[in-house]
């Protein structure tokens, strides 16, 4: 692995269907986030993770959770999807350090919510 | 609220130079970061301001004025390759980026 991984590349999903989307970072970063992208917007911070152990909610959180049970995985849990849930969702991590703030963009997971 | 300013789209020709710009209000700031994104790619890393001034990194340069809550991002030279959309976002007092809608830079040969 080399830099930040997703899974999966893309997905159709029923409505009411729980999902749960995988990035994984081999960085030894400190901070990750989930991103959403949607056409014509910023990109816009669901969750995010300070250091394993800690999450916190980003602008648009409802309908989604996290976990960071250690410093490389962070999943992004959709309990029950609805069709707004479409859009590409993008992990992302960082040092998280003073000076170190920038972040690195996994591939993107595209999701289509029916 | 906290608002990042970039034109939609901009179009320009190969080997000339283009300037996006980029107007922000945020509360607090902690730094303007740069990024590319090729159609269908992640966003990538170009280039970090925090101080007044223009920085530059080969046929990229970006400035910032913090007083005016403005940059820009210079490209020289320009490739097919640069065609992409550059996004712009502001770190705030919470150490969170606030991002820009991003601008779809055209070439044209």
């Known amino acids: 692995i080399a830099g930040i991984t997703q899974a999966p590349t893309s997905q159709i999903l029923a409505a009411g269907r729980r999902m749960t989307l995988r990035c994984t970072q081999d960085m030894r970063h400190n901070a990750m986030y989930w991103y959403r992208q949607d056409l014509g917007l910023g990109l816009r911070l669901i969750h995010y993770?300070?250091?394993?152990?800690?999450?916190g909610k980003g602008e648009v959180p409802d309908g989604y959770s996290v976990s960071r049970a250690n410093t490389d995985d962070f999943p992004l849990t959709l309990a029950s999807a609805v069709p707004s849930q479409t859009s590409v969702y993008f992990c992302?991590?960082?040092?998280?350090?003073?000076?170190?703030?920038?972040?690195?963009f996994g591939p993107g997971t595209r999701l289509l919510v029916l | 609220g906290q608002n990042i300013d970039q034109p939609t789209e901009m179009t320009a020709t190969e080997g000339a130079i283009v300037q996006i710009n980029c107007t922000y209000q945020?509360?607090?700031?902690?730094?303007l970061f740069w990024y590319q994104q090729h159609a269908g790619e992640a966003p990538t890393f170009l280039s970090y301001?925090?101080l007044d001034g223009l920085e530059e990194k080969g046929r990229f340069s970006s400035f910032l004025s913090r007083s005016k809550g403005y940059s820009y991002l210079l490209l020289k030279e320009l490739q097919m390759k640069d065609s992409a959309s550059y996004l712009c976002?502001?770190?705030?007092?919470?150490?969170?980026?606030?991002w820009g809608a991003g601008t779809k830079l055209i070439i044209k040969p």
């Open positions: 976002a502001v770190m705030d007092s919470n150490y969170q980026l606030i």
């Open positions: 301001n925090v």
């Open positions: 992302a991590s960082s040092d998280g350090l003073a000076g170190q703030e920038t972040q690195y």
């Open positions: 945020t509360s607090g700031f902690n730094g």
């Open positions: 993770s300070n250091t394993a152990g800690t999450t």
